[in-house]
């Protein structure tokens, strides 16, 4: 696939040793000057520091993939520190990016922003409808401060500052933690492991009816890359788009693809003892494809590819595998 052209010659990419952020830098064409800094070199909470950093660097746009992300325990053990950096993170960068004349910025939230009892599938005008999930209200609320300032800067200053809202993804970089990964790594690494070890089943949490939604992160990466250049000079671009598939499938549906995948011949069991957590999650794309994108990966063949990269990561030994580092969306 070749990358999709950007109307823009520098693009600073926040975030860029994330899973997201890593695809957005592997996506951008080499026509484009990709600008990044560790977090040594640019603290995004920083308000001066980053300033400083578009100051000096001056892209000409920015895809803000970076943030503090952790798993349910992490968000709700340390409720303060998700809000706090996640949103300083996002008005330092909003605010740093509208002062110092930057002209484009995509903001990422996640689907996480949407009310606990959304209806499915999920549209953007849900947004502020009813409450949120209480176990990642403060990373929720954060990344809504983010999506908001980009509208108010657009509404107020005519900025073209904008919004992508990815559903559940997966692909190389992903966290493998075995109790803080989400569903789909934390299959492929169980199942993976049966596979090695010769298991003769493997049980799944719930039932395995709840249906769920997956995008690999390429598949996002494009997505961001097309939505940067869009709508076309004079036309309005919509203040948040969801990102995903629109498909959804029960986490049974999802175990035997992967077991395929990876090569598992024995039992899949469901344990009903354990919740299945909402019974369906799934993004309305309408949006999205009004602009003219549509997932390319199909499943079966996103799920080879992130088995591939499971497998590369592990023998070079960087396989994310800590706690600390998983979305909560
Ligand atoms: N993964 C998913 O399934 C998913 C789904 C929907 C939406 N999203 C959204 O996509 C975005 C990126 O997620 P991800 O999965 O790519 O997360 P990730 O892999 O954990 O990457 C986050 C990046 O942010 C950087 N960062 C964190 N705090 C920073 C700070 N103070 N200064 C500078 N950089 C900082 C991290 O830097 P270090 O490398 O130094 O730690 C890391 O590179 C998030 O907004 C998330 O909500 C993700």
Redesign the pocket.
């Known amino acids: 696939m070749s990358p999709p052209s950007v109307p823009y010659r520098k693009i600073f990419v926040?975030?860029?040793?994330?899973?997201?952020?890593s695809a957005v830098c592997r996506r951008l064409g080499a026509e484009t000057e990709v600008l990044t800094?560790?977090?040594e070199r640019?603290?995004?909470?920083d308000a001066r520091a980053v300033e400083q950093f578009f100051a000096e660097n001056r892209p000409d746009a920015v895809i803000f993939?970076?943030?503090?992300?952790g798993g349910i325990a992490a968000n709700a053990a340390y409720p303060v520190q998700f809000l706090v950096?996640n949103a300083t993170?996002a008005i330092n960068a909003i605010r740093g990016a509208y002062e110092q004349g930057i002209e484009r910025f995509l903001f990422?939230?996640?689907?996480?922003i949407y009310p606990r009892d959304c209806p499915q599938p999920m549209r953007e005008e849900a947004l502020l409808s009813g409450p949120l999930e209480s176990t990642n209200e403060a990373?929720a609320i954060a990344?809504i401060a983010g999506l908001k300032l980009c509208q108010y800067y657009r509404k107020q200053y005519g900025a073209k500052f904008n919004s992508a809202?990815?559903?559940?993804?997966?692909g190389p970089?992903?966290?493998y933690h075995p109790e803080h990964s989400?569903v789909l790594p934390a299959l492929l690494s169980r199942f993976h492991d049966a596979a090695r070890s010769g298991a003769n089943s493997v049980t799944i949490w719930g039932t395995g009816t709840a249906r769920r939604e997956f995008l690999h992160?390429d598949d996002l990466a494009d997505a961001l890359i097309h939505l940067l250049a869009w709508p076309p000079a004079g036309r309005e671009p919509a203040d948040w788009v969801n990102v995903g598939t629109g498909e959804d499938l029960t986490i049974l549906e999802l175990a035997r693809l992967i077991a395929d995948v990876v090569g598992f011949r024995g039992e899949i069991l469901t344990d009903p003892g354990r919740p299945d957590g909402t019974p369906v999650k799934r993004t309305d794309v309408t949006r999205l494809h009004q602009t003219g994108w549509r997932h390319r990966i199909a499943l079966h063949d996103g799920l080879q590819k992130t088995y591939a990269a499971f497998l590369r990561e592990t023998d070079e030994g960087r396989l994310r595998n800590h706690p600390d580092?998983?979305?909560?969306?």
């Open positions: 926040a975030g860029h040793r994330g899973m997201v952020g800094a560790d977090r640019l603290d995004l909470t993939a970076a943030a503090k992300v950096d993170m990422l939230g996640s689907t996480c990373y990344k809202m990815p559903t559940n993804l997966y970089g992903d966290n989400h992160v580092r998983l979305a909560s969306s």
